[in-house]
């Protein structure tokens, strides 16, 4: 069974930094691709980021490219977000997920598993 625990969030003043971390386990990922999405009371869950487990090809949402950045650990099957230059907008609970294949879908309608999530608050 796939599991999928965030860890890395809380609270960072505007222009600082977080990492987040997302632990893999229960299937061989290679073939897998890794996304991490975030949510906001209200609001439709919203893609940030996504990696193919293999290659380590990348896609970001435009609110983000330039700022965060998504790496993998094969090693330790984890999948991190580099958050720098944060802004009180980024705030909101950031989502680990999974999909099988190596497609960078952005849309969270295409991934299967999915964390709990990670709160990350952005002061001004």
């Known amino acids: 069974q796939v599991q999928l625990v965030e860890s890395g969030g809380g609270l960072v003043q505007a222009g600082g930094s977080l990492r987040l971390s997302c632990a893999a386990t229960?299937?061989?990922?290679?073939?897998?691709?890794m996304g991490w999405f975030r949510q906001t009371p209200g609001k439709e869950r919203e893609f940030v980021a996504a990696t193919t487990w293999n290659s380590g090809n990348t896609n970001y949402a435009d609110s983000v490219r330039g700022r965060f950045t998504i790496s993998r650990d094969n090693l330790k099957n984890t999948v991190y977000l580099q958050m720098n230059g944060l802004k009180p907008e980024d705030t909101a609970v950031f989502y680990c997920a999974a999909r099988p294949g190596t497609y960078l879908y952005s849309s969270p309608r295409n991934y299967d598993y999915w964390g709990q999530g990670a709160l990350v608050t952005v002061s001004s």
């Open positions: 229960g299937r061989t990922f290679s073939s897998y691709t």
